[in-house]
């Protein structure tokens, strides 16, 4: 497997460094790994912390500015962050309102974001955190870790940070954050793995004519293999799940999600797929997202993410955001 | 067992975990996300280090710096665990100069407890805790039963070994490799076989102080 790197283990800390060249308006702590906006916190607002492994972006330090997040913590790649980023980042954010953890329903992301989230309080500083749990592909039951947090968390950290960014209290922020989840539902399919660069070789081989439905974003297997199919119908079975689970109705963002390795040509036909079938339940995409925006390295692949809107979310999607990933309204 | 045979067993831990790594990673490929070996090896490798460079004057004192050198380095749910056993582990053996068996014993009981209050996972869920459980139950058997340190240790050892390849047959509950649920049986456990490893350190290091 050909990557552009120069060492597998200096790949976070080589991307980190190119990221910090890139953009002027944050400010990058290449040695504890935490990404703030360059200006600062803003006094009185609410902090919007969050972070991940690295490997999804530009999720999560892509969205870190005005109107969206006001830190990131990467982890080593498909690696949760640990406490000590959390809470360096939590303090760096703290503007006296108090501080929003969006956290993504995974094990170590749970674990490390509440480790952090005590020795915050221990310091003073008060956080709540929000779990984004949106992936309909695994059962949340007692048989599982729950439902995984993916494309969900793009639209909870713009729009809990649009309401955040007008000055709202925490409380109040957070239960924009969870409404949004609440709302939201995904599913995504892999036509390849993709490989670690500390691995090697990919997580696992899907066959040319195969595919992986129900994915999540680090590369390991999802709900089931199965043959390879037009776009047509794997966009089916990806809008079939998800309306299963929470019925397309009224109006809706709709993000296409390219895993990585998937070019905007085909993310767009997968749209116009999208699309047609949304309509074809009688539903509106108002608001819509085509690329890539939480990635799994180079896999091939898609995910969608819908949210059913409600005005007060719409004017939230809509406002201002400047961030390398997503700027708008400026 | 003075501070130094518990350096003695973490320094061993990291060799034997670095040895392992693409073992690990491989088992991980299978269930998981492929990180387990490296994030291992890196955890253990700033333990050594930090073992080093701190001093730690009593047994307690070194598996609470492992622990949270572990919690600072990992990342995943592998920190967070492992640092939560070690950290326990660390507290239950309190500021004594000097570990015996029992204290040992008791040590890797609050190890479990601390891992199970944390993860909340249970035996027969296809997690560390599966090499864990079994292994504190063979040691406290083998003390009960007045066995002398080193078939005490190779007991508690082996127990782990198997309790690891018990996973293999087991539906993960818990963790990444549960969004692939019937389909993680078949595979044994990254973070079971990971904690054999560590276990079979600790076996190692006292078989080669012994007399």
């Known amino acids: 497997m050909k990557k552009l790197i120069n060492a597998p283990d200096s790949v976070v800390a080589d991307a980190l460094a190119g990221v910090a060249a890139a953009h002027p308006s944050l400010a990058v702590d290449i040695e504890n790994k935490v990404i703030t906006r360059a200006g600062g916190p803003t006094p009185g607002k609410v902090g919007l912390v969050s972070g991940g492994g690295s490997g999804h972006e530009p999720l999560h330090g892509g969205f870190v500015g005005l109107g969206m997040l006001d830190a990131a913590c990467p982890g080593e790649v498909f690696t949760s962050p640990v406490p000590d980023q959390m809470l360096a980042a939590t303090k760096a954010v703290d503007a006296g309102a108090g501080v929003l953890h969006i956290v993504k329903n995974y094990t170590g992301d749970v674990l ?27 059962q949340d039951s007692l048989y599982t870790a729950g439902r995984r947090g993916v494309g969900a968390t793009v639209f909870v950290e713009k729009i809990a940070g649009a309401l955040a960014e007008r000055g709202a209290p925490l409380a ?48 390991e ?5 199965a043959p390879l199919a037009p776009a047509a119908e794997l966009a089916a079975a ?28 085909e993310l767009y036909l997968v749209y116009n797929e999208v699309h047609k079938y949304v309509t074809g339940k009688g539903a509106r995409i108002t608001r819509n997202l085509v690329g890539n925006y939480i990635t799994s390295l180079e896999m091939q692949g898609f995910s969608v993410t819908v949210c059913r809107l409600t005005d007060a979310l719409g004017q939230l999607w809509d406002a201002p955001v400047d961030t390398p990933a997503l700027r708008w309204g400026r | 067992m003075d501070a130094a045979f518990f350096r003695d067993w973490m320094t061993a831990a990291a060799a034997a975990v670095e040895s392992q790594r693409d073992h690990l990673t491989q088992l991980d490929a299978a269930i998981g996300d492929a990180d387990h070996g490296i994030n291992m090896a890196r955890g253990f490798g700033a ?13 307690g004192s ?54 199970q209050k944390l993860g909340a996972a249970r035996e027969g869920e296809k997690t560390m805790v599966d090499a864990l459980a079994p292994a504190v139950s063979a040691l406290a058997k083998a003390l009960a039963e007045g066995t002398p340190a080193d078939g005490a240790l190779s007991a508690l050892a082996a ?31 990254p973070g079971a076989a990971s904690m054999a490893l560590i276990l079979g350190a600790l076996r190692d290091v006292a078989a080669q102080r012994a007399p």
């Open chain 2, 47 to 59: 333990v050594t280090a930090a073992l080093e460079q701190k001093g730690t004057p009593t047994p």
């Open chain 2, 159 to 189: 127990a782990a070994l198997d309790g690891a390849q018990a996973t293999i047959s087991m539906q993960a509950l818990k963790g990444r490799a549960s969004y692939l649920g019937p389909r993680s049986v078949g595979h044994e456990d």
């Open chain 2, 62 to 115: 070194v598996l609470t710096l492992a622990g949270s050198t572990l919690i600072s380095k990992v990342g995943g749910a592998s920190g967070p665990l492992y640092g939560m056993a070690l950290r326990s582990a660390g507290k239950a053996l309190g500021e004594a100069p000097d570990a015996d068996l029992h204290a040992l014993a008791g040590a890797l009981e609050a190890a479990l407890a601390g891992v």
């Open chain 1, 238 to 265: 990806v809008m079939d799940a998800i309306h299963a689970d929470q019925p397309l109705a009224g109006d809706l963002l709709v993000m296409v999600n390219g895993m990585g390795g998937t070019p905007l040509i």
């Open chain 1, 112 to 138: 490390n974001f509440q480790m952090a989230a005590e020795l915050a309080a221990d310091d003073g500083v008060e956080v709540t955190p929000v779990v984004v749990n949106d992936d309909v592909a695994v």
């Open chain 1, 172 to 219: 109040d922020v957070a239960a924009m954050a969870a409404e949004v989840n609440e709302r939201s539902r995904s599913f995504g399919v892999a036509l390849t793995s993709c490989t670690i660069p500390a691995a090697g070789k990919p997580t696992f081989e899907l066959g040319d004519g195969e595919i992986e439905l129900g994915i999540g974003i680090h590369g």
């Open chain 1, 221 to 225: 297997p999802g709900r089931r293999r």
